[in-house]
């Protein structure tokens, strides 16, 4: 059975594409949940989707069109995505919008790191989805995708308010067919091995302690 | 008031040669208006590196050029060596000079520095130097700005590849507290010495490169006594894209394209000023027409500008409603934008030659609706938050800065306005219409937070104004140029400028009459408004930092490029 | 007016009839505290719901309206995305503190919320030194904020939390000093008592007339300054120190946070209702006998509730209107200001009583 999570006022048609969200539905429901399972899971997806704090992180022209996605006229507050929070701790979903610089790249895994799952990421703009008209420069990083996993996709430069609340609402698609119980939470199986994991640690913390 | 060919015009595109037929097209004569060279090429005197200090040090006291204007590096190729321009402005007088040295040294290049002169030149040389290497001996504070300290050789030099030899690098970045000084000795050798910036019990906070009210990603350590702020010490780059070395593999009408994401609150001036800048180094006069749009267009974009300003200071000072009605007007300019150029931020308008499309039908009538509209509104402003008592107490007095720091520091637009130095593009070197109409130059002598806010919304209102006078009278014409569809520019160095939304936005281009620019170089008007905040922050709270950092009204990438 | 310890008498009554006296207490404690809870966490997410829409309309937007109808349903998501959302432990901090500190808040903030008199003989805890306890118990909430800041090894939460020491305990003199003045019109520290002697006098904000008033004024301002609300949201100052003392906690640590600050907020405004509003007691106009009878019918819980809803509602008023104010002028306000306001206050109140020039 097709899950299709509903988006309030938009009908399935209306999205783009729908065939790569159908294929991730597939592959998520592949193994098939209990229908309690599957239902205490439907409502944590329906938390989840409802709620998605963004952080407040915008690097340039982007975030302006993040502000006024915020005011009054496209008024972002109506699906609840209102509470930014300035705290990556906090966040739910890290909308990059601007250019993401050699320089920033290591900051911005940083704040991905630093947030709580689940937490998702939204490319917003030209230059966070490839680097944008400054995709010769030598100081920008051609993709935020080659520096954290990216969920939603918004072209644009910048993007319309119109085009971020759709993305966000992708988003909220995404979201509302994940699978929290049982089965492992939408992201692939770490690749790192628990020893790599450990050893890294301790690079790390010997880093640390040299500083 | 018909000027000769290399005489006084300096009103850029429409007061060509040819502008003596038409007496629309012609300035009166600013006050004062300072000697520029014909239309906008300047010919840099060239000074020898020896003879540098001598000559800088006499015209900064015996000819009063207290105004660092521009400060660029460049690198000509093997004979001519790696220099650095610098374009120097007299407060009292007008008098304009624009000097040059190289040296040829490609291993070791040492030129003397001359931050102790202009308090800008330290930030302005930490970027040359970043850039090209270019060491200036005697700095105090010579560390890299824009790039990582780990990064490997320096990117723009014209035979670089700085992508082949700095791969993507994840590691945390590596932030040094000593700053190195290279003194010159007196048997030529250069000594090494190294000053720490902060001791070892200093706490230390850092704002950024993540932070809410730094107004993008920009990085500030700071000093802390309790809450008091005793140094801030800026780390920029976080979003430095490189434009200025892009430009130089880009065509002419391709550049165009990058200057409205420098500082996308004046994306109308930064593309006029780098239009204007191409139009007088080819000789190309535009249209009247085309000369009314881009007056209004410009003074419309301050508008958007300066009423983000006022949103943008709010949130940061916790009245997040009085954000919100900012918006709502903000709106309103951006639906006029749309109609005509398409665009909301990034607007891609004008061009070489003229500009992108005409207006559009609704255009005069929607503007000529918003002029009463925005007048009402902004008594809002004073309502809802700048005649609060609470902000009144947090800013008026706070982040005080005298009329020889901002002239030091370069401060243009509102922040130097604010302290009472008069340094409006708009009124010093009259383009496109600002020569014909009617306005003041807004200044008061304060030099505070409070004082800045308020230069920003009687702008508005004088803004509103010269709209006003220009709306019903845009003339007819065309609004483009017929341009060849190669453009090269003639060989020489050209200076434009023009007033953005937050001071002195200039362009250096030097051609070598490619198609490509050899090098483009934008003043920043960001850049030393984030040099100025260590000296207005420093004995301040926290809680004034945000205040100031809000009232310069910087916009990082314009800092980064 | 209906007389709840008849309802609570009764359940005492038939739990005692089946079991021994102290297995009723023991069952009766164990639903005393189910209800608070439950209260808690619905007047909880009703307030955030209620502040949500009320900053909207200030700020000429709509608000949560897409997750059920009006929006209704919008934090609700948001506690089942905080239950499930990941808690984070990080090195180098003190673990045991760093997860203690919510748990501190937010019994200090149900401590207090049970001391709130919903309706006659409807109060969990009711002391003949209840003003006495309620800032007691309050002040319990500072530690919490203090030990989160310090536990997270982080500089924004250090500088937050000595932010909000200094901002509390500063605030909390002048609260102590208006609960003073009232209780030197009443005569009595139980709230239970302070609100029975409105019901019969009048409310005391038209009793005390003058100083009852001043210092309604005066522990609103601190009432707000003791929730860490704007304008004097300094601890957690977003466009300052990022989150505050709460920057490094996570999930439902962080949604503890949340909850207690408005809770407080209900809670400020709930004994200011209890305290110079009348509590329970109906509007009462003496002459109006008609009007006074219609008063009389409505329950006193609605009263109550509505009455703080209205003090709750001027209180965002003035969040979502203010900027924010700096540390130093915060301090200067409460030891300058309301300080020598209020204690010159309490020297009226005491004159008034002395001479008896009160309703």
Not at chain 1, 42 to 54: A, C, K, T
Not at chain 2, 28 to 53: H, I, M, S, Y
Not at chain 3, 102 to 125: D, R
Not at chain 3, 146 to 152: D, K, V
Request: proline share 5%; hydrophobic share 40%; charged share 20%.
């Amino acid at each position: 059975m097709m899950k299709r999570p509903k988006i309030k006022s938009i009908p399935y048609d209306d999205f783009k594409d729908n065939e790569t969200f159908e294929k991730l539905v597939e592959e998520l429901n592949a193994g098939g949940a209990n229908v309690i399972v599957r239902k205490l899971d439907d409502l944590i997806d329906w938390g989840r989707s409802n709620s998605l704090w963004p952080l407040t992180f915008a690097t340039s022209c982007c975030g302006i069109e993040f502000m006024a996605v915020c005011a009054a006229r496209y008024d972002i507050a109506r699906f609840g995505f209102e509470v930014t929070r300035n705290s990556p701790r906090q966040a739910d979903v890290i909308l990059v919008s601007g250019t993401i610089t050699t320089k920033m790249a290591p900051v911005l895994k940083r704040l991905y790191d630093q947030m709580a799952d689940p937490k998702y990421v939204v490319a917003i703009g030209g230059c966070s989805i490839s680097g944008g008209p400054f995709t010769k420069s030598y100081h920008v990083v051609k993709g935020v995708d080659q520096v954290i996993p990216v969920d939603v996709y918004v072209p644009g430069c910048p993007p319309r308010p119109e085009s971020f609340l759709y993305g966000m609402m992708q988003l909220q698609r995404k979201v509302k067919v994940e699978n929290f119980f049982g089965t492992t939470n939408r992201k692939e199986k770490d690749p790192i091995s628990r020893a790599e994991q450990r050893e890294k640690d301790e690079i790390i913390l010997s880093e640390e302690e040299k500083a | 008031m018909e000027t000769p060919e290399n005489n006084k015009v300096n009103a850029p595109a429409g007061a060509a040669p040819a502008a003596g037929a038409r007496p629309a097209a012609v300035r009166p004569a600013a006050p004062a208006a300072p000697a520029q060279p014909a239309k906008n090429l300047c010919e840099p005197k060239t000074v020898e590196p020896a003879a540098l200090r001598k000559e800088m040090e006499r015209l900064r006291r015996d000819e009063q050029m207290d105004f660092l204007e521009c400060l660029t590096g460049m690198d000509w190729g093997e004979e001519g060596g790696l220099g650095v321009i610098y374009h120097l402005e007299s407060t009292a007088t007008g008098k304009r000079v624009a000097l040059k040295t190289a040296t040829t040294d490609r291993e070791h290049p040492y030129l003397p520095t001359v931050s102790d002169l202009w308090d800008i030149a330290n930030i302005y040389e930490r970027e040359v130097y970043d850039f090209y290497g270019i060491i200036f001996t005697g700095h105090p504070d010579m560390r890299r700005i824009f790039m990582r300290e780990d990064w490997v050789g320096f990117p723009f030099r014209k035979d670089s590849n700085p992508e082949k030899d700095n791969p993507l690098r994840m590691t945390n970045e590596p932030l040094t507290d000593l700053a190195p000084c290279y003194t010159l000795e007196a048997d030529g050798t250069v000594r090494r010495s190294e000053t720490p910036i902060f001791g070892e019990d200093d706490y230390v906070v850092n704002l950024g490169p993540q932070h809410p009210s730094t107004h993008g990603v920009l990085h500030f350590r700071i000093k802390l006594e309790g809450e008091t702020i005793k140094k801030v010490d800026p780390i920029l780059g976080y979003i430095h894209r490189g434009v200025e070395k892009l430009n130089e593999s880009l065509t002419y009408p391709q550049t165009l394209a990058l200057t409205d994401r420098l500082d996308y609150l004046g994306a109308m001036q930064n593309r006029h000023a780098l239009c204007m800048c191409i139009e007088q180094a080819m000789g190309v006069e535009v249209s009247e027409r085309v000369q009314y749009i881009r007056t209004i267009m410009d003074e419309l974009q301050r508008i958007d500008s300066h009423i983000l300003f006022f949103s943008c200071l709010c949130q940061d000072l916790g009245a997040t409603t009085a954000f919100l009605y900012g918006f709502r007007d903000r709106e309103k300019i951006l639906d006029i934008f749309e109609e005509t150029c398409g665009g909301r931020l990034i607007l891609n308008y004008n061009t070489i030659g003229g500009v992108m499309a005409d207006i559009h039908p609704n255009f005069v009538k929607r503007v000529k609706e918003f002029i009463p509209y925005m007048r009402h509104n902004i008594q809002e402003y004073f309502d809802v938050f700048i005649n609060n008592v609470i902000f009144r107490n947090r800013a008026e007095g706070v982040g005080v800065l005298s009329k020889e720091q901002v002239i030091s520091f370069g401060c243009t637009g509102g922040t130097g306005r604010a302290s009472g130095w008069h340094n409006d593009v708009r009124k010093r070197m009259p383009y496109a219409m600002y020569g014909k109409v009617d306005f003041k130059e807004i200044t008061r002598t304060e030099g505070d937070s409070f004082a800045r806010c308020m230069i920003r919304m009687d702008e508005i209102l004088e803004s509103l104004n010269i709209i006003e006078q220009l709306i019903d009278n845009i003339p007819e014409g065309p609004f483009q140029e017929k341009m060849k569809p190669i453009i090269k520019v003639p060989e020489g160095t050209y200076y434009s400028a023009v007033e953005g939304s937050r001071g002195e936005f200039g362009v250096l281009l030097e051609s070598r009459g490619d198609k490509f620019p050899y090098r483009l170089h934008y003043r920043s008007t960001g850049l030393p408004l984030v040099a100025v905040m260590d000296t207005a922050c420093s004995g301040n709270m926290i809680a004034d930092l945000i205040t100031i950092g809000g009232t310069v009204d910087y916009v990082v990438p314009d800092i980064d490029r | 007016m209906f007389d709840f310890s008849i309802v609570s008498q009764w359940i005492h009554g038939l739990l005692t009839s089946v079991m021994p006296e102290w297995a009723a207490v023991l069952i009766e404690c164990v639903l005393v505290a189910l209800v608070i809870i439950t209260l808690y966490a619905v007047f909880a997410i009703a307030l955030i719901y209620f502040e949500r829409k009320v900053c909207a309309f200030f700020q000429c937007r709509i608000g949560p309206n897409r997750v059920g109808k009006w929006g209704l349903l919008q934090v609700f998501a948001d506690v089942f995305k905080m239950l499930t959302k990941e808690i984070i432990n990080m090195r180098n901090s003190d673990r045991f503190l760093h997860n203690l500190a919510p748990f501190l808040v937010i019994v200090a903030s149900m401590l207090t919320f049970s001391c709130l008199p919903w309706n006659k003989g409807a109060h969990i805890l009711d002391f003949n030194v209840g003003v006495f306890f309620l800032l007691a118990a309050s002040s319990i909430g500072v530690v919490g904020i203090l030990l989160a800041g310090w536990s997270s090894n982080n500089k924004y939460s250090l500088i937050g939390a000595m932010r909000s020491g200094a901002q509390i305990i500063s605030y909390e003199l002048s609260i102590g000093m208006t609960m003073l003045t009232m209780i030197a019109l009443t005569g009595t520290m139980q709230l239970s008592e302070i609100v029975q002697q409105q019901a019969d006098y009048g409310w005391n904000i038209c009793r005390g007339h003058i100083p009852a008033i001043i210092a309604f004024l005066v522990y609103l301002i601190a009432g707000n300054a003791e929730c860490n609300r704007g304008p004097f949201d300094l601890p957690e100052s977003e466009s300052e120190l990022t989150a505050g003392y709460h920057t490094e906690y996570s999930g439902m640590h962080f949604g503890f946070y949340y909850l207690a600050e408005y809770l407080n907020l209900f809670i400020t405004a709930g004994i200011a209702t209890a305290i110079f509003l009348g509590g329970w007691a109906p509007i009462y106009f003496p002459g109006l006998d008609g009007f006074n009878d219609v008063m009389a019918y409505i329950p006193g819980i609605v009263w109550f509730v509505g009455k703080t809803v209205v003090v709750v509602f001027l209180l965002m008023w003035m969040r979502w209107t203010f900027p924010r104010l700096r540390i130093d002028q915060i301090l200067s306000l409460e030891w300058k200001y309301l300080v020598p306001i209020s204690m010159l206050n309490l020297v009226l109140m005491a004159l008034v009583v002395a001479f008896g020039v009160h309703f």
